[in-house]
Nanobody, 117 residues
Framework: QVQLVESGGGLVQAGGSLRLSCAAS????????MGWYRQAPGKQRELVAA???????NYADSVKGRFIISRDNAKNTVYLQMNSLKPEDSAVYYC???????????WGQGTQVTVSS
């Protein structure tokens, strides 16, 4: 069982920055693929960024060049640095973990990000 706790959300003006953190426990963190998803009201949850156990990353086209996902295996934490934020980035952001040899994500409780114009 994997437990995930997100933090770092909040209200920011357009053009500003936020850094989300996700602390994980209950598994060997370094072996997990990790990701950040977001869900805006009335929309489906979408993948924002992901990082493999080996450190390879991928991003949604809408955030490429603005967001950076990283991980600190010593702290069992994954981060999402969000720069040049836009009002359309407003959503609840969820951390996800996928241990090896599994097909399901474990989810955090979510953290709200609101970008004002």
């Amino acid at each position: 069982q994997v437990q995930l706790v997100e933090s770092g959300g909040g209200l920011v003006q357009a053009g500003g920055s936020l850094r989300l953190s996700c602390a994980a426990s209950g598994s060997i963190f370094s072996r997990n693929a990790m990701g950040w998803y977001r869900q805006a009201p009335g929309k489906q949850r979408e993948l924002v960024a992901a990082i493999t156990s080996g450190g390879s990353t991928n991003y949604a086209d809408s955030v490429k060049g603005r967001f950076i996902i990283s991980r600190d295996n010593a702290k069992n934490t994954v981060y999402l640095q969000m720069n040049s934020l836009k009002p359309e980035d407003s959503a609840v952001y969820y951390c996800a973990a996928r241990p090896p040899f599994t097909s399901e994500n474990y989810w955090g409780q979510g953290t709200q990000v609101t970008v004002s114009s």
